[in-house]
C-alpha cells in the first residue's frame, strides 16, 4: 500500500553533514506528517524532526540549529538536512508518515515505517 524507502546514510565525521532521504510510493494521499526517527540498541525510538501537511515544522532539542527538514511534494520526497554532526547523532534513522483512518466516529492513527539507514559518526 505505502512503502517508505529511505537513502543516504552512511560514515561521517564529527562536524561532517549529511543528507537523508525518503521516497514515499503507493497510496500517499492524505498524510498528515511525515518524520524522522532514530534508534540506538537499547533505547526507544525517538522522534527528530517532522513537517506537517501544512508545512510546519517540529524538531528535537538535540536537532534545533542543526538539522533541517524539507519536503517535495512533486517528487513525494521527503528530506533531512543534517549538519554539524556529532558522535551521539550516531543511530539508525527511520522515516515515517502517518494519516487518520477508518470511519468518523472511530477514525485512529496509522504509521508508517520505512526500513532505516544507519547513519554513523567518528570522532
Known amino acids: 500500500q505505502v512503502q517508505l524507502v529511505e537513502s543516504g546514510g552512511g560514515l561521517v565525521q564529527a562536524g561532517g553533514s549529511l543528507r537523508l532521504s525518503c521516497a514515499a510510493s503507493?497510496?500517499?494521499?492524505?498524510?498528515?506528517?511525515f518524520g524522522w526517527y532514530r534508534q540506538t540498541p537499547g533505547k526507544q525510538r525517538e522522534l527528530v524532526a517532522s513537517?506537517?501537511?501544512?508545512?510546519?515544522?517540529n524538531y528535537a532539542d538535540s536537532a534545533k540549529g542543526r538539522f533541517s527538514i524539507s519536503r517535495d511534494n512533486a517528487k513525494n520526497t521527503v528530506y533531512l538536512q543534517m549538519d554539524s554532526l556529532k558522535p551521539e547523532d550516531t543511530a539508525v534513522y527511520y522515516c515515517?508518515?502517518?494519516?487518520?483512518?477508518?470511519?468518523?466516529?472511530?477514525?485512529?492513527?496509522?504509521?508508517?515505517w520505512g526500513q532505516g539507514t544507519q547513519v554513523t559518526v567518528s570522532s
Open positions: 513537517i506537517s501537511s501544512d508545512g510546519s515544522r
Open positions: 503507493g497510496r500517499t494521499f492524505n498524510f498528515e506528517a
Open positions: 515515517n508518515a502517518w494519516r487518520y483512518i477508518g470511519p468518523v466516529e472511530r477514525v485512529v492513527r496509522h504509521d508508517y
